[in-house]
């Protein structure tokens, strides 16, 4: 069979998709190559071992094609093409790889194409039209014609474009999948990374301006969550707990069994073991405190463990062979005594052996009476700004406890911190008679009188506090009022004319026996409209309360609320929802509906935040100053007024016999006060040693200026009877001269003043207020409300309840000096 039978027997299809073995080159040689020399059968071998090595590289060729890997599968048939010699027996095997690499190389510079890599798309095609190669082939021709078009082919792509186009392609998935999420944090991160490779993509913008609007509405959700929390404290303040069981408690106070039991001390151990008998006659110290040991063991029956039973006793004479110690120690003990606390065993045993005792943590020391030296020194300690204040609870100074105390000094709405002499105090340090400290501020000087053992123990806290690291916190406080005000009002009015029941009267047109209604136009039904022909407003309901009549606001408010009315405004019911009109016997019954539901919420915040040195006092302060009037010149009026006198309605002036005007002068304000309205804050953090406490003291105040009430009463004069025969109606009406408004102001204060302990980053609530006031109405028309069903509509109900709500909130965080907060915390 000839070695082009092999490649004829396939369609140019099927040389697309798998080539034929090519062993069949082995098999076909004819049996005369016996008679070839040993030269030309290795030719044919080493031919043989490159067809099939070309075979190989087809297959691998054709797995990367179809697995997309278009590089890859270019240097496979490349490969096979250049092992394929150009003979006519490998001729349809070559054209076969030919064409499997043209296409593979159109593929691979599309790819190259799309990443911006125009360069090497050119390249590679420019390889397969080479002369030798592919020149004619269609799609490598056309590719190539529009990477040449800058029309289909933008020339100022790049590589580093696309590829930042598919990172930034990757980016908007990965932030749109944490915006899904919830993680909006993330989200905004990865957006920001995206406008980093792309500073003008409108979908990152819209991508953050999504995940803002989500975070604005959990916001929103947490706002109405925080509202109903706190209503809902207001309603819970009116349940009544029931009374907590006292339980009796032993003589050691409360015990919690889930800790450890606690300790006795020393001292309370002294006076509450009592020895039935002492009897001491010669007897050392030594052994006098060996019995008294014992004693204490056996009567010990307030401690639980055994191990803490009784008390110990130290010896503290200083060196053995000095002579106070030799002579305590041979002093002879000589004491008959019954029933008594140890306590007093031990003054009767120091009386007689010139020593002195200390009740210490684990031990009683007995020393030598005026063992310690009394002579006192004086040193000077460099010490932090904040020595007084850091480490420690901050205080006030003497009488800042006191609730009967005085106003506070000028200084500030924060108490005074303590002096040195003090806070040394508070640490342990001990201070004899003439002993003294004081602190420098203005060179951070800690000047000490104090004996030589004590020095010692101040140079140890002076040690530490300057060991301690510089820190600052951010003290955060806010306030929130939250009132809702809530409205829900049903009423029925009802009108009633004359409904006959026979019978002539002596008044014209009314039956001598009738029904209706009993309050003829009272002033109060003035709104519901009669039918026609209808006179008069012959009420039934007019005494049941509805609206204003019914709904009584807080006085304050309602005072605010009539500054430009005056002390008497007008009352009106409740407005008209549906009016119905009937004929009973000819007689007029006329319904006016009345009902609404209102709900008003007031939410207001106040957040506050100050930075400060741990120990030193910060104020925030965010006001602006109200002038106002505090005193008020009284109005002037005219002396007399002739007969002649007549007031102009327009300009409200007396004109005489129009001759002259005489003015009227209203209250006049002649002094003023100022007053700060807005936010104060004050605050004195001091961070613990370990920087995870603060202790704060610290007065937020937040002042807010409500409106004016009017304590003045417009001054009026009736019209006289020249206006009244010029203008006709005019001659019984009042004209106002003059407003004659005296305007104080109103303030609403919220304030908290404490001294508390929190945890660093931590938000703690100091304080709140709840209040709720209600107000209810039920009125009914005596026998009519009481109707089953059709009573309802006799009755006039309200309900009006108003709830408030007020919580301080403080959150602290330590920061170090760069702003950050410290490491490890």
């Keep these: 069979m000839p070695i082009s039978d092999c490649f004829q027997s396939a369609s140019s299809r099927a040389r697309l998709l798998a080539i ?29 071992g490159k067809a099939q090595e070309a075979q190989e590289l087809l297959k691998k060729g054709d797995e990367s094609y179809k697995a997309g890997k278009w590089s890859e599968a270019v240097d496979a048939y490349a490969g096979a093409r250049s092992l ?237 062979d000095s002579p106070a ?127 030589v053992e004590n020095q010692e123990m101040v140079q140890q806290v002076v040690a530490a506090a300057q060991s301690a690291k510089p820190t600052m916190v951010a003290v955060t406080v806010r306030v929130i009022k939250t009132q809702q005000r809530t409205l829900e009002e049903l009423d029925f009015d009802w009108l009633l004319d004359d409904f006959s029941l026979g019978g002539k009267s002596f008044a014209p047109g009314i039956s001598a026996t009738h029904l209706s209604g009993g309050s003829p136009n009272p002033d109060n039904l003035s709104d519901v409209a009669l039918p026609d022909g209808a006179v008069f407003r012959n009420g039934l309901t007019s005494g049941n309360r509805s609206g204003n009549e019914a709904i009584v606001g807080n006085s304050i408010d309602d005072r605010i ?51 400060t040195r741990s120990g030193q006092q910060s104020t925030l302060a965010s006001t602006k100053q109200f002038i106002y009037p505090t005193e008020y010149e009284p109005p002037e009026l005219p002396n007399t007024v002739g007969s002649t006198d007549f007031i102009d309605p327009v300009t409200g002036l007396i004109t005489n016999g129009g001759t002259g005007v005489t003015p009227i002068t209203p209250a006049t304000p002649t002094s003023f006060e100022t007053r700060e309205v807005g936010v104060v804050l004050d605050v004195l953090p001091t961070v613990s040693e370990d920087g995870q406490y603060v202790d704060v003291t610290l007065k937020p105040t937040v002042t807010d200026f409500d409106g004016f009430v009017n304590y003045g009463t417009p001054i009026t004069s009736p019209a006289p009877s020249v206006i009244g025969a010029i203008g006709g109606a005019f001659g019984d009406s009042q004209v106002v001269l003059t407003p004659n408004e005296i305007l104080m102001p109103v303030f609403s204060v919220m304030k908290a003043e404490t001294a508390l302990t929190i945890r660093n980053g931590a938000t703690l609530v100091i304080g709140g207020l709840m209040d709720e006031r209600v107000q209810k109405v039920q009125d009914k028309t005596q026998f009519f409300g009481d109707l089953p069903l059709v009573g309802r509509m006799f009755r006039n109900e309200a309900y009006a309840p ?4 007020i919580v301080f909130l403080v959150t602290v965080q330590v920061l170090d000096p760069t702003g950050q907060p410290p490491s490890g915390h």
């Design 20 to 48: 034929a073995p090519l062993t069949c080159l082995l098999i076909t040689q004819p049996l005369a190559a016996q008679g070839r020399t040993r030269l030309a059968e290795a030719e044919l071998q080493r031919r043989a």
């Design 84 to 320: 394929l010699p150009d003979a006519p027996a490998t001729a349809d095997a070559r054209a076969a790889a030919t064409e499997r690499l043209a296409q593979a190389s159109v593929e691979l510079a599309r790819k190259q194409r799309r990443m911006g890599d125009n360069e090497g798309a050119a390249a590679t095609l420019d390889k397969i039209l080479a002369p030798d190669v592919a020149p004619a082939d269609a799609a490598a021709r056309q590719l190539r014609e529009e990477l040449d078009d800058p029309i289909r082919t933008n020339p100022a792509a790049n590589r580093e474009h696309a590829e930042n186009v598919d990172k930034v392609r990757r980016q908007l998935y990965e932030a749109e999948g944490f915006k899904n999420l919830g993680k909006y944090d993330a989200a905004e991160a990865m957006y920001q990374e995206v406008l980093r490779v792309d500073p003008t993509n409108k979908a990152a913008r819209r991508g953050m301006e999504d995940a803002v609007q989500l975070r604005a509405d959990y916001y929103r959700a947490a706002y109405d969550e925080t509202r109903a929390r706190h209503l809902a404290e207001v309603d819970a303040g009116w349940e009544l707990k029931p009374r907590p069981l006292i339980e009796a408690t032993n003589a050691l106070g409360p015990v919690d069994e889930g800790a450890a039991p606690t300790r006795m001390l020393i001292s309370a151990k002294l006076d509450r073991l009592i020895i039935p008998r002492v009897d001491f006659e010669g007897t050392t110290i030594q052994e006098a405190l060996d019995y008294l040991r014992g004693q204490s063991i056996t009567l010990d029956t307030f401690e639980l463990d055994t191990k803490d039973k009784g008390v110990n006793f130290v010896l503290d004479l200083g060196p053995a």
């Design 325 to 451: 110690a030799k002579e305590i120690l041979s002093t002879k003990i000589n004491l008959q005594l019954k029933n008594v606390p140890i306590s007093q065993v031990l003054k009767y045993i120091g009386e007689q052996t010139k020593t002195t005792y200390a009740s210490q943590e684990y031990a009683v020391a007995i020393r030598p009476v005026g063992g310690a030296s009394a002579e006192l020194i004086t040193r000077s300690y460099r010490v932090p700004p904040d020595f007084l204040s850091s480490g420690g609870s901050v205080g006030a100074g003497e009488g800042a406890s006191d609730p009967f105390a005085g106003d506070k000094p000028a200084e500030g709405l924060l108490a005074k911190r303590m002096n040195a002499l003090t806070r040394l105090k508070e640490m342990g340090i001990p201070f004899p008679e003439g002993a003294n400290a004081d602190f420098i501020a203005s060179t951070s000087t800690l000047r000490v009188v104090n004996t």
């Design 561 to 611: 609320l009539m500054a430009q009315q005056g002390f008497a405004p007008g009352s009106a019911r409740a407005p008209g929802v549906l009016w119905a009109n009937g004929f009973l016997n000819n007689a007029n019954l006329t319904m006016l509906m009345r009902g609404f539901q209102q709900k008003k919420g007031v939410d207001l915040m106040v957040s506050p935040t100050t930075v």
């Design 802 to 805: 108003v709830r408030t709500a």
